[in-house]
């Protein structure tokens, strides 16, 4: 698969959609995502980093808010992204679905063969599987900043001058 986006004609900026496969693919590419869960009454946002396993995300954790509101009764959303800076291609990838302790000893133990290493340092023991709803991608041409200017970026600049 081409990894060029696929304007349409007249339409140079044109963002394309990617489908499932491509997704995945550049899921695996990176190992950070960010993870949007919902804290009692507001939504938070977490880093993880993650593995992909057989169609799902895992991710490892310590106690607390993170691993409370990811196995609460609510889906979860994680979005990775990145960006071919040689190429100026940009991507982002989002899953929607439900996160699982991983409890059971056989999975367990197939998530320790993943070679998921927290960045952070601490005692992070709790392995938690995202099993997604949906996956979404798109990617998309980085245009240089004079093709969105507006007179408000002249005034706003001149205002602090």
Not at 17 to 38: I, K
Request: include cysteine.
């Amino acid at each position: 698969m081409s990894t060029d986006p696929k304007p349409a004609a007249g339409q140079p900026h044109e963002v394309e959609n990617l489908d499932n496969h491509e997704c995945w693919r550049l899921l695996r590419s990176v190992t950070v995502g960010r993870m949007a869960v919902w804290v009692d009454d507001h939504p938070d946002i977490f880093p993880i980093n993650y593995k992909v396993d057989h169609g799902t995300l895992v991710f490892r954790t310590a106690e607390g808010t993170k691993l409370q509101a990811a196995t609460g009764d609510t889906p979860v959303a994680v979005e990775a992204d990145g960006v071919d800076a040689d190429r100026g291609i940009a991507w982002s990838v989002v899953i929607k679905g439900q996160a699982a302790a991983v409890k059971n000893t056989e999975e367990i133990l197939d998530t320790v063969g993943l070679l998921l290493f927290p960045w952070q340092a601490g005692k992070k023991d709790h392995f938690v599987r995202i099993t997604p709803d949906s996956i979404t991608g798109r990617r998309f041409k980085i245009v240089p900043p004079l093709t969105w200017w507006t007179p408000l970026d002249d005034a706003t600049r001149s205002g602090f001058e």
